[in-house]
Every structure is written in C-alpha cells, then in structure tokens.
C-alpha cells in the first residue's frame, strides 16, 4: 500500500524560499497525480499545487507565479518550490495523492501523508 512521507517544512522570513518534498513509499505503483494542500488555523483546506505523471500542473489562485511543483516519477517524488512567501502562506501543508484519473477527475484524492508546518514570520 502507498503511503506519503512528506518533508522540508520549517520557518522562514516573508520574502523567502522554501521546498517541500513528497515522496510515496510502500509500492512500486506510479501514482496518477500527486500534490498538495494546506490548512491555516481556522481556515479551510485548500488545494496549492497538483501535477499529474504526464506532468500538467494546476496550481491555487493565491500561490500562482510564486510557487512550482514539479515531479520525478523513477523516485515518485514530488516535490513544491515556494518563493515569494507571505504570512498568510503559514499553514500545515499536507501532501496527497490521487491512485488513478478517476479520482483526479472527480478532484477527490485516496491517498495521503502526515502535515509538515510551514510559518513565515518575521
């Protein structure tokens, strides 16, 4: 069975950079889509960044232009570059993982990892 182990959280200044890393573990299956959410304390989750093993991307509104996902399906890593990064961007980011396009298409993801935190403060 497939499970995710996510890295490289931490804190930072606004401004900075972070990368976030995913790898799946357990199996030799290439999963579909991989990607990430993030929940702020008091907000509701929301999707950051998916890319599919034919590598198109989708990204949420609020991180577009600054953050970039990008993949390595030998490793099935995946892997999320944040520069530019705001205080509102301070969340658990959660990685996850969609098993097949049947559930990329229905936006529903069957696969997940534990939070890493990102904080950025001054």
């Known amino acids: 069975q497939v499970h995710l182990v996510a890295s490289g959280g931490g804190m930072v200044q606004p401004g900075g950079s972070l990368r976030l890393s995913c790898a799946a573990a357990?199996?030799?299956?290439?999963?579909?889509?991989m990607g990430w959410y993030r929940q702020a304390p008091g907000k509701q989750r929301e999707s950051v960044a998916t890319i599919t093993n034919a590598d198109y991307e989708n990204y949420g509104d609020s991180v577009k232009g600054r953050f970039t996902i990008s993949r390595d399906n030998a490793k099935n890593t995946v892997y999320l570059q944040m520069n530019s990064l705001k205080p509102e961007d301070t969340a658990v980011y959660y990685c996850?993982?969609?098993?097949?396009?049947?559930?990329?298409?229905?936006?529903?993801?069957?696969?997940w990892g534990q939070g890493t935190q990102v904080t950025v403060s001054s």
């Open positions: 996850i993982g969609y098993s097949s396009s049947f559930y990329y298409n229905r936006n529903e993801y069957d696969v």
């Open positions: 357990g199996s030799a299956f290439v999963l579909f889509a």
